[in-house]
C-alpha cells in the first residue's frame, strides 16, 4: 500500500488558476483612484461592474478595454 506522500508527488501539477475578477481595492490600484472613488463611480454608473451577494466585483479585461476607451458605456451585469 502507498502512502499519501507518494500518491500526492505522483499527481500531476495543477495549472494555477487565475482569477479574472478584481475587488474595489485592486481597481483603484489599476486606475490610480481611491477606493472612495472607485465605489462612487460603481454607484453613479460610470464604470463597468458586477454585484454578487453585496460585493462589487470587476473583470478585469472588461476594466482594461474600459480603460482604453473601447467599453462605449459602463454596464452593470
Do not use: C, D
Not at 506522500?5 to 475578477?21: D, F, G, H, M, Y
Not at 483603484?28 to 472613488?37: D, F, N, R
Not at 472588461?62 to 482604453?68: A, D, G, N, T
Amino acid at each position: 500500500m502507498s502512502n499519501i506522500n507518494t500518491l500526492n508527488s505522483e499527481l500531476p501539477v495543477a495549472k494555477r488558476i487565475e482569477r479574472v475578477t478584481m475587488t474595489v481595492t485592486e481597481t483603484a490600484e489599476l486606475i490610480g483612484v481611491s477606493q472612495t472613488t472607485v465605489y462612487a463611480m460603481a454607484r453613479e454608473g460610470q464604470i463597468p461592474h458586477a454585484r454578487v451577494r453585496g460585493r462589487i466585483l470587476f473583470h478585469r479585461e472588461v476594466i482594461e478595454s474600459w480603460l482604453r476607451g473601447e467599453h462605449a458605456q459602463a454596464a452593470q451585469a
